[in-house]
């Protein structure tokens, strides 16, 4: 449902036009304003609308009892069954109606595909789909706009057609919805507004919106009605939905519970047609996002919104997939984020309509009736999940995949490990950046069949407004991947999240067997480094040739709060490499002296081990690093040998001393690290004049304890 399609600008201060009430009976006609009420200019009967597709086609389903009709406010499976179990001819009916509309429809298709005439009538189908759609109802037409905003999915014919269904169904009566709005809010309609459009400006599977004046504020506002009869109409469909489920279910032998999918997915929409519900989640919103950089949450006027309609700020301005704005999609992303994995309350329904970019150049988003929450142990798991993904972890992406329960415990580890592998390598090979979900369920359906998958109810919801998403951006850069633009934002998290849980798994990503391995780290924070919202910033994609910049940002982290983690395995790593680097100059230093005096008892042995080799490496991949030097990549190509498989160890003091200069090319590779110091806050300059302390006391430690066990061993 939206509140700002066709363009309609804000009301005038003298404006001529608007509703009025009679009692009993609304009227749309043009109509002049006084100060204290609005004035009627009958007109016509020949003036009032035809019953909408909707209601003529499905009609029949509205007729329940008072009592039946309350007892459906909330979704409750038990009692939809047991009102429809004693009205077995409208099931019937209904079974029969959907079964023949649809199947009409398809045996058409099928005919233009024998005869072949199916790209002359790809368009005349997909209108014909639109409109059998709006026929049956909300039920349907959600289900629908699900997929409407995948341009990489549906045919662009199919696509213009269903994209209509957002927010540009037939609405229904005026009249209807004005006797609506007096007898939920108890008071005549000129009572509450000082105007009112004669026409809805839009029109959704569960509702219409009106623009309207409040009378005391003479604030500008939505008014959202709720379509008659869409619980009752929906509250069928769904049942029937849940049936045809479970046969799917028994006869595919699917893993996953698809009445639990069904039953999920029926929650969420009862709770988007309770406008009461739909208020409190857009203050909660507006809450946790409404500061967030370029985001707009409107206003709700909770006090004045009932279960069938709510009065919200109105919000002006055009559909995110009109104006092409990559900026703002990537402020969607972010916003995202924040929604899944940072406070776990997300907008489950982030379609085209619900999207809008204001005129001052903001991301606002309306409609807040299909909601979900994002639990903080499945926010880590799904984390977690990415992270191992991107770095092909595979076993442990396993291990991932129980946790957020995609897997049965009982499964075979090592079994779904090597099918993740064959599944998912040569989609993660491509880069981070260019990872996309097409190419990620691609190839997965056979093996969610064999390792017996099953798709979570709250999963669902949250890969439906993850692929929504990426629609949408798709319809703007068809090059375009949610996965690659989310995850320096992930990255951040990991490496700056107080999380015990995640800090263990970050300790996990960077070690393996006792090594660091530092290509990870390199990896996570060039990521982080990606993850802006400004708007300069985001224009250059981090295609930053400015090392001084580099080095800033990351010493501006690593010496925060929020990168003390980081920091500690830095000075680790560091004494490590230094430690390493002092038993160099000692090898070199006593391989010279020996090797100057004409007699020598025994060959040289050098003092360093594998270890301290690949240390030294570090260290000097470290330097580089924070000296801005890794760019473009070009460094890693001289220490593709420096992986930690194995190290061949020279007893060779000069071979020793060499390898120590080439790690170490030159003094001014560190030049703009020193720099850069200078230009920090006061107070990251003073974390840093702390450091060195700090990594002396780890490299005191380090080589008592080496000097310990070598005397002892």
């Known amino acids: 449902m939206i509140l700002a399609p066709p363009p309609c ?13 009679t009692r009993g009976r609304v009227r749309r006609n043009a109509v002049a304003f006084d100060s204290r009420r609005i004035r009627i200019h009958p007109t016509s009967a020949s003036g009032s609308r035809d019953v909408d597709a909707f209601t003529e086609y499905s009609g029949y389903l509205f007729e329940l009892s008072n009592s039946e009709a309350e007892s459906l406010a909330v979704y409750d499976i038990s009692k939809i069954a047991s009102i429809y179990r004693k009205k077995p001819l409208v099931v019937l009916r209904r079974l029969v109606q959907v079964g023949a509309t649809l199947g009409k429809w398809f045996a058409m298709r099928y005919l233009d595909g024998v005869t072949e005439r199916s790209e002359q009538m790809f368009e005349v189908r997909a209108a014909e789909l639109r409109a059998i759609l709006v026929q049956l109802g909300p039920a349907y037409i959600k289900i629908v706009q699900a997929i409407s905003s995948r341009a990489d999915l549906i045919p662009p014919s199919y696509l213009d057609e269903l994209s209509l269904l957002q927010d540009q169904i037939m609405p229904f009566s005026t009249e209807v919805a004005f006797n609506i709005i007096e007898q939920e809010l108890g008071q ?3 009572e509450l507004f000082s105007e009112v459009s004669p026409e809805p400006v839009a029109a959704a599977s569960l509702g219409q919106v009106y623009q309207a004046r409040l009378r005391p504020s003479r604030q500008v506002v939505a008014v959202k009605v709720q379509r008659p009869g869409v619980q009752a109409a929906i509250s069928l469909d769904i049942l029937i939905l849940r049936f045809l489920a479970g046969l799917i279910r028994r006869a595919g032998k699917f893993n996953t519970d698809l009445e639990a999918v069904v ?4 929650s969420s929409l009862f709770r988007e047609m309770d406008y009461k519900k739909e208020a409190k989640n857009g203050l909660k919103f507006r809450q946790l996002y409404g500061s967030l950089q370029d985001v707009v949450v409107p206003e709700m006027y909770a006090e004045q919104t009932t279960r069938r309609v709510l009065i919200m700020q109105w919000v002006e301005g055009k559909r995110l997939s009109e104006v092409k704005d990559l900026y703002l999609v990537e402020v969607g992303v972010y916003c995202s984020f924040n929604q899944l994995l940072e406070c776990g309350f997300y907008h489950a329904d982030p379609h085209p309509g619900n999207l809008l970019r204001t005129y001052d150049g903001k991301l606002a ?3 807040f009736g299909m909601m979900g929450e994002f639990k903080q142990e499945l926010r880590d798991g799904f984390v977690e999940a990415c992270l191992h993904l991107v770095n092909q972890d595979f076993d442990a992406l396993a291990k991932d995949f129980v946790t957020l329960g995609l897997l049965p415990p009982t499964a075979d580890e090592d079994a779904v490990t090597k099918a993740l ?3 998912f390598k040569n989609a993660v090979a491509k880069g981070v950046r260019n990872i996309s979900f097409r190419d990620l369920l691609g190839n997965l359906g056979a ?21 929504v998403l990426e629609g949408v951006a798709l319809n703007i850069d068809p090059n375009y991947k949610v996965l690659g633009s989310t995850y320096p934002w992930i990255a951040r998290k990991v490496l700056s999240d107080s999380s015990p849980k995640l800090q263990s798994s970050l300790q996990a990503v960077l070690y393996k067997d006792g090594l660091f391995r530092i290509d990870r780290l390199e990896s996570l924070l060039t990521e982080s480094l990606r993850a802006r919202t400004e708007k300069a910033l985001v224009k250059k994609k981090m295609e930053d040739n400015d090392s001084r910049m580099v080095v800033k940002q990351i010493l501006s982290f690593t010496l925060t709060e929020r990168g003390a983690f980081v920091r500690e395995i830095l000075l680790q790593e560091f004494a490590k490499g230094l430690d390493a680097l002092g038993l160099a100059t000692m090898d070199s230093l006593t391989f010279a002296a020996t090797a100057s005096l004409p007699f020598a008892a025994s060959p040289f042995s050098s003092l360093m081990t594998d270890e301290d080799i690949i240390n030294l490496r570090t260290l000097n991949r470290l330097v580089l690093l924070l000296s801005g030097l890794q760019k473009n990549g070009s460094y890693n190509a001289g220490f593709k040998a420096a992986k930690p498989d ?8 000069d071979k020793e001393a060499s390898l120590v200069l080439y790690q170490f090319a030159s003094v001014q590779d560190v030049l703009p690290l020193v720099s850069v110091i200078l ?8 974390q840093m004049l702390r450091l060195p302390a700090d990594l002396a006391g780890k490299l005191i430690s380090r080589t008592a304890a080496r000097t310990i066990r070598r005397v002892i061993l």
Do not use: C, H
């Not at 039953?263 to 029926?266: G, I, K």
């Not at 709250?458 to 439906?464: H, W």
């Not at 194995?646 to 003091?653: A, D, E, F, L």
């Not at 230009?679 to 003073?686: A, G, I």
């Open 9 to 21: 600008s804000p009301f005038p201060g003298n404006s001529n036009f608007s509703s009025s009430v």
């Open 188 to 190: 005549p309609l000129d």
């Open 263 to 266: 039953d999920e997915w029926a």
């Open 365 to 367: 988003y309306i409609d």
């Open 421 to 423: 592998t064959d599944v």
């Open 447 to 467: 093996t969610m069949y064999e390792f017996k998958f099953q798709i979570p109810s709250y999963f669902s919801l949250v890969i439906r407004s993850l692929a």
């Open 646 to 653: 194995k190290v061949q160890r020279t007893n060779s003091g």
């Open 679 to 686: 230009e920090l806050p006061p107070d990251l300059q003073q």
